[in-house]
C-alpha cells in the first residue's frame, strides 16, 4: 500500500464533499483530512470538524467562520481562517498531498488553481473550474507539476478506459470517438411547452444521481452536458467533433471510449459518486467505495437516444461557446450560474435559462482569455449583464 495520503476538502458540506468523507471514513489507514471547508454552513462544517479533527477548517464567509470558531470553542487545535484567501489558503498549504476540488461554480477556480500550482494531486469534481480558463488550467497543471484526476462520473469513466500514459494523447491512444453519456434529465419527455411550468424542487430531483441543487438544474437543461463536453475536450485533449453526447436515461454505462479497431471500452457502475471519488483518492490502486455490487439482471436493459437540443439548448450553447473559444466558456458559465440561481430563487422560468444565456453572450465581448485576470474580470461582467437580463424578463 501507497504512503497515507493527506486530503484537503474543498466543498465538505455539499454532495461530493460528503460521498469523500465517507469514503475516507472506510480507510483511516490510507487517509487523514488536514483541512475541511465549506460556504455558509457553519454547523454542518463544525459537526465534520469534529469527526474528522483537521488541521484547518474555512468558512468562504467571514460571518460564518466566526459562527464555526464559537462552535469549535473546546476544539482550539482546529485553525479557523475565512474567505477566498483562507480556501487558497488551505489548497495550496504543505499540509497535503491531495485536494478534492468539490466547491460547486465559479467560486472553486481560485482555490483549485492554487491546488494546482501547489503541485497537487488534484481531484476535480468542480467542472466550473476548467470550463472556464480550460487552456491555462491545463497549462498550469503541466507546468507546476500537478496531477489532475477527473471525478465527474463521465470523465472518470472515460480517464479509466484509457491507457494511462497516453490520457492525453487521443491520437497514439488510437482513438475515434469518446461516448460522451448523459441522463436526459428530469425532463427528457417533456414537451417545450410542459417545460415553461417545472419547479425547483422539480428540477433538482434528478432521475438517478442525489446531487446539489445547481448541478441538478444543470442535468435538467442539459448544460450539464454541455459543460462536460467541455471539459472533456480539455482533459482529453481532444476535439467537440470527437465527443459524442448519448442520452442513456438508466446512468448505468458512465461514458465510453472507441478505438480504431472498432473495439468500445466503457467504465459501468450503480449511480454513485463515491465510485469516482475511491478511483481518484487511491488512484492507481483500487479501494472499497462502500458502493453496492451493480446488479445487471435487475436492470436488465441499456437504451440510448440522440440529445433533443431544440427542447435543451443549452447543450448546443455550450458547444457555441466552445467553439468560439477566448472567454466566450467564462461567460457562458457566469450566465449559466446567474439564470440557475434566478430560477432556484423563484425568479425565472426554467425555459427561461438559455435565453438568458444566449443574451449575455450575444451582450458580452469575447476576447482572448490569456490570463487568469482577464478570467475573473470576464466572469464579473457577464454575471452583471445577465441579471439585468434577468431583471428585464422579470418585468
Ligand atoms: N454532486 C455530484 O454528484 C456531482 C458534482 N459535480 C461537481 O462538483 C461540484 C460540487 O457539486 P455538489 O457537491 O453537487 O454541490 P453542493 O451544492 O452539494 O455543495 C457545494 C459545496 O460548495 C460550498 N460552497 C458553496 N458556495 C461556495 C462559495 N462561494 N465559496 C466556497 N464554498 C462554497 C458549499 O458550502 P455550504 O454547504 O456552506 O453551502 C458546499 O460545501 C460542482 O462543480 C458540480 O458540478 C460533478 C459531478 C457530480
Ligand atoms: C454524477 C455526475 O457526474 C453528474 O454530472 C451526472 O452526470 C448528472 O447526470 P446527467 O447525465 O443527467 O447530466
Ligand atoms: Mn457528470
Redesign the pocket.
Do not use: Q, V
Given at each position: 500500500m501507497a504512503d497515507k495520503r493527506s486530503v484537503t476538502v474543498l466543498g465538505a458540506t455539499g454532495s461530493i464533499g460528503l460521498s469523500t468523507l465517507d469514503v475516507i471514513r472506510r480507510h483511516p489507514d490510507r487517509f487523514e483530512v488536514q483541512a475541511l471547508t465549506a460556504g455558509s454552513r457553519a454547523r454542518e462544517l463544525a459537526a465534520l470538524c469534529r469527526e474528522f479533527l483537521p488541521e484547518v477548517a474555512v468558512m468562504a464567509d467571514p460571518l460564518a467562520a466566526e459562527e464555526l470558531s464559537g462552535l469549535l470553542v473546546d476544539c482550539p487545535e482546529i485553525r479557523v481562517l475565512s474567505g477566498e484567501e483562507g480556501l487558497c489558503e488551505v489548497a495550496a498549504g504543505a499540509g497535503s498531498d491531495t485536494v478534492m476540488s468539490a466547491i460547486v461554480g465559479a467560486a472553486g477556480l481560485a482555490p483549485t488553481l492554487a491546488a494546482v500550482r501547489a503541485g497537487k494531486r488534484v481531484l476535480l469534481a468542480n467542472k466550473e473550474a476548467l470550463v472556464m480558463s480550460g487552456q491555462l488550467l491545463m497549462d498550469a497543471v503541466t507546468e507546476c507539476g500537478a496531477e489532475l484526476l477527473p471525478i465527474?462520473?463521465?470523465h472518470n469513466a472515460i480517464f479509466q478506459c484509457l491507457p494511462a500514459d497516453k490520457v492525453r494523447d487521443p491520437e497514439a491512444a488510437g482513438i475515434k470517438r469518446i461516448l460522451l453519456?448523459?441522463?436526459?434529465?428530469p425532463f427528457r419527455e417533456l414537451s417545450a411547452r410542459a417545460l415553461r411550468d417545472v419547479t425547483p424542487s422539480q428540477a433538482c430531483a434528478?432521475p438517478?444521481?442525489s446531487?446539489g441543487r445547481k448541478?441538478s438544474v444543470?442535468?435538467a437543461t442539459?448544460m450539464?452536458?454541455g459543460l462536460?463536453l467541455i471539459e472533456a475536450c480539455w482533459l482529453f485533449n481532444t476535439s467537440p467533433e470527437t465527443v459524442e453526447v448519448h442520452v442513456h436515461p438508466e446512468?448505468i454505462i458512465h461514458s465510453m471510449v472507441e478505438y480504431a479497431d472498432g473495439s468500445v471500452l466503457a467504465q459501468l457502475g450503480s449511480?454513485d459518486?463515491r465510485t469516482p471519488i475511491a478511483n481518484g483518492l487511491a488512484w492507481p490502486e483500487r479501494i472499497d467505495a462502500g458502493v453496492p455490487s451493480l446488479d445487471l439482471f435487475a436492470i436488465g436493459r441499456f437504451h440510448f437516444e440522440r440529445p433533443d437540443l431544440d427542447r435543451f439548448p443549452c447543450l448546443r450553447l455550450a458547444a457555441e461557446a466552445f467553439a468560439r473559444g477566448g472567454t466566450a466558456p467564462a461567460v457562458l458559465n457566469a450566465a449559466n450560474e446567474v439564470a440557475v440561481g434566478a430560477f432556484l430563487d423563484g425568479g425565472l422560468c426554467f425555459a427561461d435559462i438559455p435565453v438568458i444565456i444566449e443574451r449575455t453572450m450575444l451582450a458580452v465581448d469575447v476576447t482572448p482569455a490569456d490570463s487568469f485576470d482577464i478570467i475573473f474580470a470576464k466572469d464579473a461582467e457577464a454575471r452583471a449583464v445577465a441579471r439585468e437580463q434577468v431583471h428585464r424578463l422579470a418585468v
Open positions: 465527474d462520473s463521465e453519456t448523459a441522463s436526459g434529465g434528478h438517478n444521481w446531487m448541478i444543470d442535468s442539459l450539464n452536458k462536460e446512468s449511480p459518486m
